[in-house]
């Protein structure tokens, strides 16, 4: 259960915004966009879980008398008698009603992606108090999006060089970026959003909140792998003592196992360890083999390794004329990110070998290294009642045209072969659907809906 004082989710100067109104303002529509930025697209996730792990439980007095003292104590007014309005009137649940687009609907830039209304004449400002929380929404967006797109990226590899690229795309890209973000909710919110397009992860906390918050029994899947104090805790000279523990732990048939092999010399470890020493044993155990190289410069390193385990192991020439090695495969995760991808296959695949061979694992670059501004997005009010009468609300810069703001009350329908925003509510065939209003949530998802709603 969230602890959040929903009333103190917000910024400061918010706190200031129900006096500055005009006065008789009685309704207030926002709207939520991408404008742009690296992806000309974003893959709409998040949502559910913000709904769910917030606006689903009420403001009580408690909130109101600690949002009061704090809002004193820091040099901001406090709308007391609005917020003991909302508990009293409403129980605590705030008067509004958030549309948004289906989770996983791939949507281009400039595009309306949810609305939120106020319900309530008296708290009309609610509608704008909710931005800081429901601008978040952009992190497992963007997670997702970026997610997406390495997935189209990777899927194209694998329909040069693989016999079945649907059969292993959605275990090429493992999430390893828990221990990269700044909290254990973040790995939560944007490992759930990997999952959206993958099936392969090492984030914990982000299979547990798909499966909660999305009503999924088991996200995500992992295997057994080494790490380095693993390997490295048999000394050097215990190294091929290491591996061999690790085939006789997990090697067998049918199974998929995972080995650090760089903790000293990786290209030594390929040849005389697993290709001489151990080899045997490899093969024996009907086992499929995992090396992970950690360190190097990516693309190199891993072609390199595909050679040597080629001399190794061996390699089967697949449909499409591409080699596919026997018994072992590859994962790169160590200065993973989407352009250390797109080198890797190009290189590989220029080398002869099908991309099936490999697997990524990604970190940092994945639910961390992005922000805001990667996809652009923005909150902002376009529509008011003021005296009875309706307002169109917007901005327009001079000095920034790409931050201009819509207008009116908008809608988002398929049109003519493409998504556009349109004006008025409801419009047929709109493609956002209400999903709380009120305290109430009215739609959820679940992770197979939302992963049918992206698939490529």
Same mark, same amino acid.
């Given at each position: &259960? ?12 918010? &706190? ?65 008698? =609005? ?28 595009? /309306? ?65 828990? $221990? ?25 906390? =982000? ?10 029994? &088991? ?11 693993? /390997? ?100 790169? +995760? ?15 695949? $220029? ?11 990604? +970190? ?74 009120? =305290? ?17």
């Amino acid at each position: &259960m969230s602890s959040v004082n929903l009333i103190l989710d917000t910024d400061s100067y918010k &706190m200031s915004h129900w006096l500055q109104y005009p006065p008789g303002t009685t309704k207030m529509f926002s709207y939520l966009e991408s404008r742009g930025g690296k992806y000309s697209y974003t893959e709409f996730f998040g949502l559910q879980y913000i709904l769910k792990e917030y606006l689903s439980k009420p403001v009580t007095n408690d909130m109101v008398i600690e949002a009061k003292t704090f809002a004193e104590a820091h040099g901001e007014p406090f709308n007391e008698s =609005g917020w003991r309005y909302i508990v009293e009137k409403h129980k605590g649940y705030l008067p509004v009603r958030i549309r948004a687009v289906p989770e996983g609907l791939l949507i281009p830039t400039g595009n /309306i992606l949810m609305s939120v209304e106020s319900t309530d004449p008296e708290v009309f400002w609610v509608a704008s108090w909710l931005e800081t929380m429901l601008l978040r929404v952009w992190y497992p967006t963007t997670v997702a999006t970026q997610s997406h797109a390495i997935k189209k990226l990777i899927y194209n590899y694998l329909q040069k060089t693989s016999d079945d690229p649907n059969a292993e795309i959605n275990f090429k890209l493992h999430d390893f970026g828990s $221990r990269g973000v700044s909290s254990q909710e973040s790995a939560g919110i944007g490992g759930a959003a990997h999952l959206v397009n993958f099936m392969g992860s090492d984030t914990v906390a =982000g299979v547990v909140f798909a499966n909660k918050y999305y009503n999924h029994k &088991m996200a995500a899947f992992s295997i057994p792998a080494a790490e380095h104090s693993t /390997i490295t805790m048999w000394g050097r000279e215990g190294e091929a003592d290491a591996y061999r523990n690790m085939l006789k732990a997990y090697g067998k048939p049918g199974a998929l196992l995972a080995c650090v092999s760089d903790s000293y010399d990786l290209y030594n470890a390929i040849d005389n360890i697993w290709g001489k020493e151990l080899r045997e044993e490899v093969i024996r155990s009907g086992a499929l083999l995992v090396v992970r190289p950690d360190s190097g410069h990516p693309a190199t390193v891993v072609l390199e390794s595909l050679k040597k385990l080629e001399a190794a192991f061996g390699v089967t020439y697949n449909t499409k004329t591409f080699k596919v090695l026997n018994h072992v495969r590859v994962i790169q +995760g160590d200065g993973i990110n989407e352009e250390s991808i797109r080198e890797i296959l190009e290189v590989i695949t $220029r080398a002869g070998y099908s991309a099936t061979n490999v697997a990524f694992g990604m +970190g940092g670059a994945l639910l961390q290294q992005i922000n805001r501004d990667t996809q652009k997005f923005a909150f902002k009010c376009s529509y008011a009642v003021v005296n009875g009468k309706p307002v169109d609300v917007y901005k327009e810069p001079a000095t920034d045209p790409g931050k201009n703001s819509k207008k009116g009350l908008l809608d988002l329908v398929y049109l003519n072969g493409k998504y556009q925003t349109v004006s008025g509510l409801d419009n047929f065939g709109s493609l956002l659907k209400i999903v709380y209003e009120d =305290g109430k949530i009215l739609k959820e998802y679940t992770l197979d809906e939302v992963r049918r709603n992206s698939s490529l």
